[in-house]
């Protein structure tokens, strides 16, 4: 599987941005996905993840209602629509696949995309 993030770049305090997550080599439909970030000098975190069919999903507390994650498994592709952005969602934001079931730590993951940058500015 590979995977192929976009849509990153500098925004305002405020401003909002889409992220995508093109699948390729296997059918994402058959797997959980999730979005994780690591901002400098931290630690890779969990962000949100979806169910294979898109029906459940969950986020971490910090972007609770500001974040949508969705996939689109005729295109073989996930989303992450951030609003309302803070500086501190500033980071590389990396899509994953994961297995029948969603969850939020690293090693529910098994693929990973190369990142994308968010930059917030205040």
């Known amino acids: 599987v590979q995977l192929q993030a976009s849509g990153g770049g500098l925004v305002q305090a405020g401003d909002s941005l889409r992220l995508s997550c093109a699948g390729s080599?296997?059918?994402?439909?058959?797997?959980?996905m999730g979005w994780f970030r690591q901002a400098p000098g931290q630690e890779r975190e969990f962000v949100a993840t979806?169910?294979?069919?898109?029906?459940?999903?969950y986020y971490t507390d910090s972007v609770k209602g500001r974040f949508t994650i969705s996939r689109d498994n005729a295109k073989n592709t996930v989303y992450l629509q951030m609003n309302s952005l803070k500086p501190e969602d500033t980071a590389v934001y990396y899509c994953?696949?994961?297995?029948?079931?969603?969850?939020?730590?690293?090693?529910?993951?098994?693929?990973w995309g190369q990142g994308t940058l968010v930059t917030v500015s205040s």
């Open positions: 994953a696949v994961g297995g029948r079931y969603y969850g939020t730590k690293e090693y529910d993951y098994t693929y």
């Open positions: 080599g296997s059918t994402l439909s058959s797997y959980a």
């Open positions: 979806i169910s294979r069919s898109g029906s459940l999903t």
